[in-house]
């Protein structure tokens, strides 16, 4: 189809944009006989690539990348290519000389806020209200550059005049960031609770204060900044995220799988993005690095606990969430005796969200008998009475920021 729309030529002078496509040679193409389905995306190939460009500051730099941190290989999504870059500038006035930064390439929708401008703003905000704390745990994107191809010419433009509102158009989106750290290089307990301390403050400020929703709170997005002998958590990662007033204008649903909350894998939910979920997903992320892995970095001994979430299919997860969540009998969390300190805080969030959940009113008295029957059983643990008055932004007050911050403000003592 991509082929047609364009009526590709035989040279790739004018091969369209195609970000998701590895093209080595384009002969294939023509025929769909010839055509791999063998395709390797592979980035490796950028490796020792120099990028030049003239940053915001409005000094010119060259860059080199160095190694290929992040692939995104769906074919639909953001595409993001994440590199490690070294500066190669000579310059007296390139500060940057030697450094490392990180480049992220992604395509995102044309129609959604940039990752930079939402960072922008929210680094904006902290230094207008005198609230620089909130500078420490957020990214700081020192360059970028948006690039929208030829309407006229690029393929995606005519899939939209096909496709209609089923297309999204996307822009490419270049940003350089001063260079974080994973969790994976922390090696105390102690840190790792600051650090998550740390992501749910500033996830609240940001929501408070910025008013932006994260949307996607994962183990790859929460990281830390060393500064002056320190360590804070940094919230990382803006891409899907939104202004709070945008949220209940789309349905999307974000996040990443093993990490998202039971409702945003529920087909049946309507209710959009909600600030708990972000919170239900910060207990995903400190459960899983507490039952999966030994110590930083090294994997706990297979079967590895919640395996499930990280390969099944989405209604696969949400099943298995469901029983984690609802289920009466479900047994306590297999914690490693490195993250032994975390058993209080896993305990009592579950313990909250379980409440939370298992309160829900139902919403199925309108089903006829036969209906009821051929529901899913486990649906038997929430045929609760309507309640008009449930608060379900918080389950409650289940799981709120309050109730979260009480339970991790303090850590082994």
Not at 81 to 91: G, K, R, S, T
Not at 221 to 241: A, C, E, P, Q, T
Not at 370 to 398: A, G, I, V, Y
Request: glycine share 4%; with cysteine.
């Amino acid at each position: 189809m991509v082929c047609q729309l364009k009526k590709l030529p035989r040279t790739t002078k004018n091969a369209g944009f195609i970000p998701t496509l590895y093209i080595d040679g384009i002969d294939h193409l023509q025929d769909p006989e010839l055509f791999s389905h063998t395709f390797a995306l592979d980035t490796q190939d950028l490796i020792d690539a120099i990028y030049s460009f003239v940053g915001t500051d409005g000094c010119s730099r060259r860059v080199v990348i160095q190694s290929i941190l992040h692939h995104a290989e769906d074919v639909v999504g953001l595409c993001a290519v994440v590199a490690e870059v070294q500066c190669l500038c000579m310059e007296a006035d390139c500060t940057w000389n030697g450094e490392r930064k990180i480049v992220k390439i992604s395509f995102m929708n044309t129609d959604r806020q940039s990752e930079q401008g939402l960072i922008e703003e929210a680094r904006s905000k902290a230094e207008s209200t005198g609230e620089l704390w909130a500078l420490n745990h957020l990214p700081n994107a020192i360059h970028s550059l948006s690039l929208l191809p030829n309407k006229k010419k690029a393929f995606h433009s005519r899939l939209k005049t096909y496709l209609k509102d089923k297309y999204e158009e996307r822009v490419m989106h270049v940003t350089v960031f001063e260079k974080l750290h994973p969790l994976s290089e922390l090696e105390d307990s102690r840190d790792f609770a600051q650090v998550f301390y740390d992501t749910l403050q500033i996830h609240q400020w940001l929501y408070e204060c910025a008013r932006i929703l994260h949307c996607d709170i994962s183990s790859g997005n929460i990281m830390f900044r060393r500064k002056d002998g320190k360590i804070y958590g940094v919230l990382n990662d803006f891409d899907l995220s939104a202004r709070v007033e945008e949220m209940n204008k789309s349905d999307i649903r974000t996040g990443t799988k093993p990490f998202m909350s039971l409702d945003m894998l529920d087909s049946y939910w309507k209710g959009g993005h909600l600030y708990r979920h972000d919170l239900e997903s910060l207990f995903y992320v400190m459960l899983c690095l507490a039952s999966r892995y030994e110590q930083p970095g090294v994997a706990a001994v297979e079967p590895r606990a919640y395996s499930l979430w990280f390969s099944g299919t989405d209604r696969e997860i949400f099943h298995n969430k469901f029983t984690f969540l609802i289920h009466p009998f479900v047994q306590s969390p297999p914690i490693q005796s490195y993250f032994a300190g975390f058993k209080r805080w896993l305990r009592k969030i579950h313990r909250e969200l379980c409440r939370g959940y298992r309160q829900r009113p139902s919403c199925f008295k309108n089903l006829s008998t036969s209906e009821e029957e051929s529901e899913d059983e486990d649906l038997q643990f929430l045929e609760k009475d309507n309640d008009p008055n449930f608060d379900w932004n918080t389950l409650n007050r289940h799981v709120s920021y309050v109730r979260m911050r009480s339970i991790m403000s303090s850590f082994k003592g």
